[in-house]
């Protein structure tokens, strides 16, 4: 069965960065696309980038892409999340997913999901 535990989470200030890790584990985990996505309280999950699993093309929500960077290392089955010039609005729990058969923002066609980390901005 695949495994995915992020790491990386805390409390930052306004303006600053954070990188988050997803470590996979599993027999013959080889997924389309990993996955980042983010929840806030009272809000619905929402996306904010995925990776093609091969390939390193990246899909990035429009409120954070020109703020978080998506990377992997096939080798390790580690998936990164860059997060730079945080804000506020940024706090939230992230999760770290990964899709079988699908690509893209839809959190709905994602097989895999980790347990969460929590990221604090303070203003």
């Known amino acids: 069965q695949v495994q995915l535990v992020e790491s990386g989470g805390g409390l930052v200030q306004a303006g600053g960065s954070l990188r988050l890790s997803c470590a996979a584990s599993g027999r013959a985990f080889s997924p389309i696309c990993m996955g980042w996505f983010r929840q806030a309280p009272g809000k619905a999950r929402e996306p904010v980038g995925a990776?093609?699993?091969?390939?390193?093309?990246?899909y990035y929500s429009p409120t954070v892409e020109h703020r978080f960077t998506i990377s992997r290392d096939n080798a390790k089955n580690m998936e990164y999340l860059q997060m730079n010039t945080l804000k506020p609005e940024d706090t939230a729990v992230y999760y770290c997913?990964?899709?079988?058969?699908?690509?893209?923002?839809?959190?709905?066609?994602?097989?895999?999901w980790g347990q969460g980390t929590q990221v604090t901005v303070s203003s």
């Open positions: 990776i093609n699993w091969s390939r390193g093309i990246t």
């Open positions: 997913a990964a899709a079988d058969g699908y690509c893209g923002l839809d959190p709905n066609h994602y097989n895999y």
